[in-house]
């Protein structure tokens, strides 16, 4: 592979061919009028875990759990994550998938900041001023080291807190076995009819999958961590969370069994006893319809820089000589040119997928507003998401606005494709 984000020399100096400083660029130290201090200290060590199903693996932990801690706050805090590395050789970052924090706060290894060593920490901060469910994960040797289990939740509650049940699901998988949390089986989560129920459904595997969930209807009420406009309720519908991407789903428990489903195996979460159907046929939701538009975007006017990424697997240079690799317009990481854009400016670009498997695509430090897919425009919700699956032959248009500075990862968050060159870099100049 390439080694994507290789531990390299550092990068708190800014990379050669950048012009801006981001060692600078540090989040805020206070919370907002009215917010506290959430502290948190984080330490990545190896451990062995045990799955539900009794079997036990190696793994590289936050706080020797995996997922880590569940991070939370409200509205208005600084979030401060202490990070220590004890023994994990690779090195270790936390990257705050999603989440628009300061460039100096993204734990982008090689472009933000060094990889922390063993022995060695990293303290992170940022405003909670997004709303929502997010996940952190580390970004050093990121296929890795995610798959190993270096991941956890961060969940934003609004000021006025949510009422009913609020249950974080986050997916991943295991040497083949698939888990929600550590539970690898239909896990019991009863809850009784009338509860109110949120499920914060968040893939943290470099596949997409399928989740069902059956004996309710059920409104799809955020994407990303951003609100739809209108999510009118759906049944005996499927939802493709891409590689890296989340969905919040609310409904109201009716005395029936209800049950979640990840790929249409008996792997999820019961809500309520009793026998749950076959999915398997059930068609897939398509966000790009769903919802109420809310009426134009300032985001859908002419843009002052336009990108296109044609995405491929092919040859390419690596380390100056042809090997096969995933590209972006024939390159291949780090050859791939910036994109680079002043402060201000209205940014589209246009993802291509040529090749023959998915590429999630995921922007760090900004929301990408989908414009159109396959020339198609969002007929449904404002739809602003991070991660976005681009199938082969799709075509996504999307437009954001440059109000982050410094040097962010663009880049497939199938993180084996992105070790092997699929990601480049957005340089504001
Ligand atoms: Cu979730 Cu660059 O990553
Ligand atoms: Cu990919």
Same mark, same amino acid.
């Given at each position: ?15 050669p ?6 060692a600078?660029l ?26 539900a ?14 997922? *880590?801690?569940?991070l ?18 690779d ?32 303290v992170y ?22 798959r190993?289990g ?9 000021r006025?807190?949510?009422s ?10 295991f ?19 009338g ?23 059920? =409104? ?8 739809l406009?209108g999510?009118?309720e759906v ?25 979640? =489903?990840?790929d249409d =195996? ?28 809310t009426?134009?975007s ?10 296109t ?11 100056g000589?042809?090997a ?21 400016d ?7 997928n ?5 590429h999630?695509?995921h922007l760090? *430090? ?13 007929t ?7 991660t ?11 437009a ?15 993180l084996?494709?992105?070790?092997? *060159?699929?990601a480049?870099?957005l340089?504001?100049?």
């Amino acid at each position: 592979t390439l080694g994507f984000l290789p531990a390299g020399p550092s990068a708190t100096a800014t990379p050669p061919h950048h012009t801006v400083s981001v060692a600078d660029l540090r989040g805020p130290t206070e919370p907002a009028p009215g917010g506290t201090v959430k502290r948190y200290a984080l330490s990545a060590r190896q451990a062995e875990i045990t799955l539900a199903s009794g079997r036990k693996v190696a793994a590289w932990t936050f706080d020797g759990q995996v997922p *880590g801690p569940a991070l939370t706050a409200t509205e208005g805090d600084l979030v401060e994550v202490r990070l220590t590395n004890v023994d994990i050789p690779d090195g270790v970052t936390l990257h705050w998938h999603g989440y628009d924090v300061r460039n100096g706060e993204d734990g982008a290894p090689g472009v933000t900041q060094d990889a922390v060593r063993p022995g060695e920490e990293f303290v992170y901060r940022f405003r909670a001023d997004q709303v929502g469910t997010y996940w952190y994960h580390t970004h050093q040797v990121s296929d890795r080291g995610v798959r190993l289990g270096l991941y956890g939740t961060l969940i934003v509650q609004p000021r006025s807190p949510l009422s009913g049940t609020d249950l974080t699901v986050p997916v991943h998988t295991f040497g083949g076995a698939l888990a929600i949390g550590t539970h690898d089986g239909m896990a019991d989560n009863p809850q009784p009819p009338g509860a109110s129920v949120r499920l914060r459904l968040i893939n943290t595997d470099n596949t997409p999958h399928r989740f069902t969930l059956s004996g309710t209807s059920f =409104r799809v009420v955020a994407a990303d961590g951003n609100d739809l406009n209108g999510p009118g309720e759906v049944r005996e519908v499927a939802l493709r969370i891409a590689a890296g991407a989340r969905y919040d789903l609310a409904f109201t428990m009716p005395s029936g069994p209800v049950a979640l =489903r990840i790929d249409d =195996r008996a792997v999820g979460l019961a809500l309520s006893p009793g026998p749950h159907p076959d999915t398997s046929a059930w068609p897939e939701l398509d966000l790009t319809s769903y919802g109420t538009p809310t009426g134009g975007s300032d985001l859908q006017a002419r843009p002052d820089k336009d990108f296109t990424l044609v995405l491929d697997r092919g040859l390419a240079l690596v380390d100056g000589k042809p090997a096969y690799a995933q590209t972006v317009n024939g390159k291949a990481h780090p050859n791939i040119p910036d994109q680079v854009v002043a402060e201000g400016d209205l940014v589209a670009f246009t993802v291509v997928n040529r090749g023959l498997e998915t590429h999630p695509w995921h922007l760090h *430090g900004h929301r990408v507003l989908v414009l159109a897919k396959n020339g198609r425009l969002v007929t449904g919700s404002p739809l602003l998401l991070d991660t976005f699956d681009v199938r082969p032959g799709e075509v996504w248009r999307v437009a954001f606005r440059a109000s982050n500075p410094g040097v962010w990862m663009n880049h497939c968050h199938n993180l084996a494709h992105a070790d092997q *060159g699929m990601a480049l870099h957005l340089v504001y100049q």
